[in-house]
């Protein structure tokens, strides 16, 4: 596609509920990230994507949250029992994946989630 | 541990007037670093990056940054701000070894008529 994609743009749930939230990078692009925006403060690292590989977990801040990507393409993070603090906006960006550092990262419109 | 601190929460400047959005960052390396702007209702755009060739970066809508390592800053600059410059502006560093980003906690840009 033209560019990166999410879905939903808004979800609604209630605390203690499981939410899928959908990915969909540049083609071609191997690299994919996830981050999470809380009001007002800046992105945080969730979890980076080689391929289908998952080498950078550190961001994820429980064991509720999980990500999995499929054919170096669509990528899935799941919150599991959700929380009021889990509201924010989750963004997923993608980029070519050829370099160590300098890689443009490319942003999605983002899902706004907010858990009541 | 990387990081950047963005000095100022809110800046607001007049139609026409000059742009300065102030940006530290702190490395044991020579690092990444990039502005991204946030629009209202938008994604993440990226203005401009530093990936240690020319210490003066341009970028789009005019906007340009100066990396100073003696002052471990990269400020972002625009001589002349127009009102679509509204926005949410982050300083962001690349962490060592990975294209994981770090952000700045932002300025919020108004732009006064």
């Known amino acids: 596609g033209a560019g990166v994609s999410q879905s939903p743009s808004n979800k609604v749930t209630e605390k203690g509920k499981d939410v899928e939230l959908r990915c969909d990078p540049i083609s071609g692009h191997t690299a994919l990230y996830w981050y999470r925006q809380r009001l007002g403060q800046g992105l945080e690292f969730l979890i980076y994507f080689q391929g289908n590989s998952a080498p950078d977990k550190s961001g994820l801040p429980s064991d509720r949250f999980s990500a999995e990507r499929t054919g170096e393409s669509v990528s899935t993070l799941t919150i599991q029992r959700t929380q009021q603090e889990d509201s924010a906006v989750y963004l997923c960006?993608?980029?070519?994946?050829?370099?160590?550092?300098?890689?443009?990262?490319?942003f999605g419109p983002g899902t706004r989630l907010t858990v009541l | 541990a990387q990081s950047v601190t963005q000095l100022d929460s809110h800046v607001s400047v007049s139609e026409g007037t000059p742009v300065l959005l102030r940006c530290n960052y702190s490395?044991?390396?020579?690092?990444?670093l990039f502005w991204y702007v946030q629009h209202p209702n938008k994604g993440l755009q990226l203005l401009l990056k530093y990936t240690s060739a020319a210490t003066l970066v341009k970028g789009i809508n005019g906007f340009e940054a100066e990396f100073k390592k003696s002052e471990t800053s990269f400020h972002l600059t625009k001589p002349s701000a127009h009102m679509s410059d509204a926005a949410e502006y982050f300083c962001?560093?690349?962490?060592?070894?990975?294209?994981?980003?770090?952000f700045g906690t932002g300025t919020r840009l108004q732009v006064f008529p």
């Open positions: 960006a993608s980029s070519l994946g050829l370099s160590p550092m300098g890689d443009t990262q490319y």
């Open positions: 962001v560093v690349s962490a060592l070894g990975t294209d994981k980003l770090i």
């Open positions: 490395s044991s390396y020579s690092p990444s």
